[in-house]
């Protein structure tokens, strides 16, 4: 999704229009203005939900949830909040904030972490201005953020690989049980490569390995799973390449180093936090449209805070 069409709304509820055929022959179709009246009545209205009734309904289709030890949780905002509009983003920014104030919407769902650490704890920064600025904003515009991380990794697919398999048109690739390894026919890793960047609308990305290799085999681990998981991930799987959205240098990449350097045939190609996951907010939205569809939601790409030179 790129910034140009990363705000898509959610369209509005059709409206059915009665129409009552009340001649038999002369003058035709003929609306009685009492017949239209009753109609009226039988139009169903938008229904209206709070914050906590969209995560309750989110969390029910979710198995095992809700998860006792869990980040997902309200970072601003009250769950009675009567929902105005919801919007969809991998971080809560204050740019990101900004601009669902401008749209009228009072719910953000977020990815990932909103004040700068993953259990969004914020004692150790209270005094910050950049802090309190956006905590100011949220209270002054009422806006509750709810965290959506856990939970939409354990839905079934998980919510988030779906959601990049999907914009990478990689779904046929995928296992069966096990989405995150995929089987490709012979394919060179630079055109991988190139297809990644052009469906994730990434500038520029790093790699290990020889552009050339020929991949059939891959492990993809979107976000920061942490290089424990990866490092296990490759030995288990034992792929050709690691495609994943972000590492520790010292450690995943020093493994791949060690690796070629014994002889193995693999590589590493490393995307980038918000590019490996941007999808799985925009699966969200779907989400909302499929199961909310009274309530207005917008994707906001809140694009990379990282650029290269």
Not at 294 to 308: D, G, M, Q, R
Request: neutral net charge.
């Amino acid at each position: 999704m790129t910034p140009e069409n990363s705000l898509s709304s959610s369209g509005n509820q059709s409206r059915r229009k009665f129409i009552y055929n009340a001649a038999a022959v002369g003058t035709g179709m003929v609306l009685s203005s009492s017949l239209a009246s009753h109609a009226a009545l039988l139009v169903k209205k938008p229904e209206s939900y709070t914050v906590k009734q969209i995560i309750d309904l989110f969390i029910k289709q979710v198995p095992g949830a809700p998860f006792p030890d869990t980040v997902d949780t309200l970072k601003s905002g009250s769950p009675d909040t009567v929902v105005t509009g919801v919007v969809t983003t991998m971080f809560a920014t204050i740019d990101v904030i900004r601009k669902s104030i401008d749209l009228g919407a009072n719910f953000i769902i977020a990815h990932e972490p909103t004040f700068y650490n993953h259990l969004d704890a914020t004692n150790w920064i209270k005094d910050d201005d950049v802090l309190r600025y956006k905590m100011d904003l949220l209270n002054k515009h009422g806006i509750a953020v709810w965290r959506n991380h856990d939970t939409i990794h354990r839905l079934k697919p998980d919510g988030v690989t779906k959601g990049v398999l999907e914009q990478l048109e990689w779904q046929q690739y995928a296992g069966r049980d096990i989405p995150n390894i995929l089987t490709f026919p012979q394919t060179h890793l630079k055109d991988l490569i190139t297809h990644a960047k052009e469906k994730l609308h990434i500038e520029k990305v790093r790699f290990i390995g020889d552009p050339n290799q020929s991949c059939t085999r891959v492990l993809f681990m979107p976000g920061a799973p942490g290089g424990t998981r990866q490092i296990q991930g490759i030995g288990s799987v034992k792929p050709d390449v690691l495609i994943c959205g972000e590492i520790a240098e010292w450690e995943t990449a020093e493994y791949i180093r060690d690796a070629r350097a014994k002889g193995d045939n693999i590589s590493l190609v490393v995307l980038g936090h918000i590019a490996s996951e941007e999808p799985g907010s925009a699966f969200m939205l779907q989400w909302l449209k499929d199961n909310v569809p009274s309530v207005k939601a917008t994707h906001i790409y809140c694009e990379n805070s990282l650029t290269f030179i």
